[in-house]
Protein backbone atom coordinates (compact mmCIF):
# COMPACT_ATOMS: atom_id res chain seq x y z
CA UNK A 1 0.00 0.00 0.00
CA UNK A 2 1.15 3.67 -0.29
CA UNK A 3 2.67 5.75 2.14
CA UNK A 4 1.65 8.73 0.51
CA UNK A 5 -1.28 9.20 -1.95
CA UNK A 6 -1.85 12.17 -3.81
CA UNK A 7 -5.02 13.60 -4.79
CA UNK A 8 -6.43 14.65 -7.63
CA UNK A 9 -4.26 12.17 -9.89
CA UNK A 10 -4.82 14.63 -12.95
CA UNK A 11 -5.03 18.73 -12.67
CA UNK A 12 -5.63 20.64 -15.64
CA UNK A 13 -5.62 24.79 -14.98
CA UNK A 14 -5.33 28.15 -16.85
CA UNK A 15 -2.27 30.22 -16.61
CA UNK A 16 -2.55 32.71 -13.51
CA UNK A 17 -4.76 30.69 -11.38
CA UNK A 18 -4.01 28.38 -8.28
CA UNK A 19 -3.08 24.95 -7.90
CA UNK A 20 -3.65 22.83 -5.21
CA UNK A 21 -2.73 19.21 -4.82
CA UNK A 22 -3.28 17.05 -1.71
CA UNK A 23 -1.19 14.29 -0.21
CA UNK A 24 -2.28 11.19 2.43
CA UNK A 25 -0.55 8.64 4.11
CA UNK A 26 -0.61 6.35 6.69
CA UNK A 27 2.09 6.26 9.56
CA UNK A 28 3.67 8.51 11.82
CA UNK A 29 6.52 10.55 9.93
CA UNK A 30 9.74 12.53 10.26
CA UNK A 31 9.14 15.04 7.54
CA UNK A 32 7.08 15.28 4.71
CA UNK A 33 8.76 16.82 0.86
CA UNK A 34 7.34 17.69 -2.47
CA UNK A 35 9.42 17.13 -5.34
CA UNK A 36 8.25 18.24 -8.91
CA UNK A 37 8.80 15.97 -12.08
CA UNK A 38 9.49 17.48 -15.81
CA UNK A 39 8.69 14.80 -18.48
CA UNK A 40 11.95 12.41 -18.55
CA UNK A 41 13.65 14.38 -16.40
CA UNK A 42 14.64 13.40 -12.56
CA UNK A 43 12.94 14.40 -9.82
CA UNK A 44 13.89 18.05 -8.08
CA UNK A 45 13.40 18.54 -4.45
CA UNK A 46 10.67 21.69 -4.15
CA UNK A 47 10.31 21.78 0.24
CA UNK A 48 10.83 19.79 3.08
CA UNK A 49 7.82 20.36 6.19
CA UNK A 50 8.94 18.54 9.72
CA UNK A 51 6.37 16.86 11.64
CA UNK A 52 6.26 19.25 14.59
CA UNK A 53 5.75 21.98 11.72
CA UNK A 54 2.44 22.84 10.43
CA UNK A 55 2.62 25.27 7.39
CA UNK A 56 5.98 26.40 4.86
CA UNK A 57 6.46 28.87 2.54
CA UNK A 58 8.70 28.89 -0.49
CA UNK A 59 8.24 31.63 -3.20
CA UNK A 60 5.16 30.83 -4.92
CA UNK A 61 5.00 27.20 -3.18
CA UNK A 62 2.76 26.62 0.13
CA UNK A 63 2.84 23.79 2.01
CA UNK A 64 1.09 22.82 4.95
CA UNK A 65 0.79 19.27 7.10
CA UNK A 66 -1.76 17.76 9.31
CA UNK A 67 -0.62 15.57 11.17
CA UNK A 68 -3.48 14.34 12.88
CA UNK A 69 -5.60 14.06 9.99
CA UNK A 70 -2.20 13.15 7.96
CA UNK A 71 -2.35 15.01 4.90
CA UNK A 72 -0.69 18.14 3.14
CA UNK A 73 -0.97 20.17 0.92
CA UNK A 74 0.66 21.98 -1.61
CA UNK A 75 -0.70 25.30 -3.18
CA UNK A 76 1.21 26.72 -6.34
CA UNK A 77 0.25 30.73 -6.21
CA UNK A 78 -0.62 32.49 -9.88
CA UNK A 79 0.79 29.13 -11.52
CA UNK A 80 2.69 29.51 -14.82
CA UNK A 81 3.07 26.84 -17.84
CA UNK A 82 6.35 26.46 -17.20
CA UNK A 83 4.69 24.88 -13.72
CA UNK A 84 3.76 22.07 -16.08
CA UNK A 85 5.01 18.92 -14.35
CA UNK A 86 4.33 15.70 -12.11
CA UNK A 87 4.19 16.00 -8.15
CA UNK A 88 4.96 13.87 -5.77
CA UNK A 89 4.34 13.61 -2.11
CA UNK A 90 7.16 11.75 -0.27
CA UNK A 91 7.50 10.64 3.34
CA UNK A 92 10.24 9.88 5.95
CA UNK A 93 8.80 7.55 8.46
CA UNK A 94 9.43 7.97 12.05
CA UNK A 95 12.76 5.51 13.43
CA UNK A 96 15.51 4.57 12.06
CA UNK A 97 14.94 4.82 8.75
CA UNK A 98 18.22 6.28 7.39
CA UNK A 99 16.51 8.63 5.13
CA UNK A 100 14.39 6.27 3.26
CA UNK A 101 11.22 8.56 1.47
CA UNK A 102 8.31 6.58 0.41
CA UNK A 103 6.48 8.51 -2.60
CA UNK A 104 3.31 8.44 -3.63
CA UNK A 105 2.13 8.08 -7.26
CA UNK A 106 1.87 11.92 -8.35
CA UNK A 107 -0.32 14.52 -9.59
CA UNK A 108 0.29 15.74 -12.59
CA UNK A 109 -0.27 19.05 -13.56
CA UNK A 110 -1.17 20.85 -16.59
CA UNK A 111 -1.10 24.76 -17.02
CA UNK A 112 -2.46 25.76 -20.22
CA UNK A 113 -1.13 29.44 -21.19
CA UNK B 1 21.83 17.17 -12.19
CA UNK B 2 24.87 18.31 -11.37
CA UNK B 3 26.91 16.34 -8.82
CA UNK B 4 25.21 13.27 -9.38
CA UNK B 5 25.47 11.09 -12.61
CA UNK B 6 23.79 8.11 -13.89
CA UNK B 7 24.93 5.99 -16.55
CA UNK B 8 23.83 4.52 -19.14
CA UNK B 9 21.03 6.88 -19.83
CA UNK B 10 19.49 4.21 -22.11
CA UNK B 11 19.78 0.45 -22.22
CA UNK B 12 17.94 -2.59 -24.01
CA UNK B 13 19.02 -6.06 -22.48
CA UNK B 14 18.10 -9.30 -23.41
CA UNK B 15 16.03 -11.54 -20.83
CA UNK B 16 18.09 -13.38 -18.50
CA UNK B 17 21.74 -11.36 -19.00
CA UNK B 18 23.14 -9.62 -16.01
CA UNK B 19 23.36 -5.63 -16.17
CA UNK B 20 24.78 -3.32 -14.23
CA UNK B 21 23.72 0.48 -13.67
CA UNK B 22 26.06 3.17 -12.13
CA UNK B 23 25.87 6.18 -10.38
CA UNK B 24 28.57 8.50 -9.62
CA UNK B 25 28.35 11.66 -7.32
CA UNK B 26 30.66 14.31 -6.80
CA UNK B 27 28.36 15.86 -3.73
CA UNK B 28 30.32 13.23 -1.31
CA UNK B 29 26.54 12.69 0.12
CA UNK B 30 26.74 10.16 2.31
CA UNK B 31 23.21 8.36 1.67
CA UNK B 32 22.84 6.72 -1.82
CA UNK B 33 19.23 5.25 -2.71
CA UNK B 34 18.34 3.35 -6.10
CA UNK B 35 14.46 3.59 -6.96
CA UNK B 36 12.68 2.24 -10.02
CA UNK B 37 9.75 4.37 -11.88
CA UNK B 38 6.94 2.34 -13.11
CA UNK B 39 3.20 3.59 -14.05
CA UNK B 40 0.65 3.34 -11.32
CA UNK B 41 3.14 2.59 -8.70
CA UNK B 42 5.35 5.57 -8.36
CA UNK B 43 9.00 5.45 -6.71
CA UNK B 44 9.74 2.38 -5.31
CA UNK B 45 12.79 2.02 -2.69
CA UNK B 46 14.98 -1.21 -4.48
CA UNK B 47 18.08 -0.75 -2.28
CA UNK B 48 20.02 2.43 -0.25
CA UNK B 49 23.19 2.51 0.93
CA UNK B 50 24.16 4.66 4.34
CA UNK B 51 28.27 4.32 4.24
CA UNK B 52 30.68 2.19 1.94
CA UNK B 53 30.00 -1.24 2.14
CA UNK B 54 27.24 -0.44 3.65
CA UNK B 55 23.74 -1.09 2.12
CA UNK B 56 20.50 -2.53 2.94
CA UNK B 57 17.02 -3.52 0.79
CA UNK B 58 14.28 -1.55 0.33
CA UNK B 59 10.83 -2.79 -1.06
CA UNK B 60 11.34 -4.01 -4.12
CA UNK B 61 15.00 -5.85 -3.58
CA UNK B 62 14.03 -9.13 -5.46
CA UNK B 63 16.07 -9.96 -8.47
CA UNK B 64 18.98 -6.78 -7.50
CA UNK B 65 22.08 -6.50 -5.62
CA UNK B 66 24.34 -3.31 -4.88
CA UNK B 67 27.80 -2.54 -4.65
CA UNK B 68 29.34 0.85 -2.73
CA UNK B 69 32.99 0.37 -2.47
CA UNK B 70 33.46 3.92 -2.59
CA UNK B 71 31.81 6.97 -1.45
CA UNK B 72 31.19 8.27 -4.78
CA UNK B 73 30.03 4.94 -6.72
CA UNK B 74 26.77 3.06 -6.06
CA UNK B 75 25.84 0.25 -8.39
CA UNK B 76 22.97 -1.35 -9.20
CA UNK B 77 22.96 -4.95 -10.57
CA UNK B 78 20.53 -6.91 -12.22
CA UNK B 79 21.78 -10.21 -11.94
CA UNK B 80 19.71 -11.77 -14.53
CA UNK B 81 17.17 -9.46 -16.52
CA UNK B 82 13.82 -10.17 -16.93
CA UNK B 83 10.98 -8.64 -18.69
CA UNK B 84 9.39 -7.29 -15.57
CA UNK B 85 12.32 -5.12 -14.88
CA UNK B 86 12.04 -2.87 -17.68
CA UNK B 87 11.35 0.47 -16.07
CA UNK B 88 13.27 3.77 -15.14
CA UNK B 89 15.76 3.80 -12.13
CA UNK B 90 16.84 6.36 -10.51
CA UNK B 91 19.39 7.03 -8.03
CA UNK B 92 19.13 9.71 -5.43
CA UNK B 93 21.76 10.81 -2.94
CA UNK B 94 20.99 12.96 0.44
CA UNK B 95 23.09 14.68 3.09
CA UNK B 96 22.13 13.11 5.98
CA UNK B 97 20.11 10.28 7.97
CA UNK B 98 17.12 13.21 8.41
CA UNK B 99 17.14 13.58 4.65
CA UNK B 100 17.15 17.46 3.81
CA UNK B 101 15.67 16.60 0.15
CA UNK B 102 16.87 14.19 -2.56
CA UNK B 103 18.94 15.00 -5.07
CA UNK B 104 18.00 12.81 -7.88
CA UNK B 105 19.95 11.79 -11.00
CA UNK B 106 18.50 11.64 -14.30
CA UNK B 107 17.56 8.29 -14.67
CA UNK B 108 18.34 4.99 -16.75
CA UNK B 109 15.33 3.53 -19.25
CA UNK B 110 16.01 0.38 -19.44
CA UNK B 111 14.27 -2.01 -21.35
CA UNK B 112 14.61 -6.23 -21.38
CA UNK B 113 13.13 -7.71 -24.34
Known amino acids: SQQGEEDPQALSIQEGENATMNCSYK?????LQWYRQNSGRGLVHLIL?????REKHSGRLRVTLDTSKKSSSLLITASRAADTASYFC?????????????FGQGTILTVHP | DAGITQSPRHKVTETGTPVTLRCHQT?????MYWYRQDPGHGLRLIHY???????DKGEVSDGYSVSRSKTEDFLLTLESATSSQTSVYFC????????????FGSGTRLTVV
Open chain 2, 92 to 103: AISQDRRSYGYT
Open chain 1, 27 to 31: TSINN
Open chain 1, 49 to 53: IRSNE
Open chain 1, 90 to 102: ATERGGTSYGKLT
Open chain 2, 27 to 31: ENHRY
Open chain 2, 49 to 55: SYGVKDT
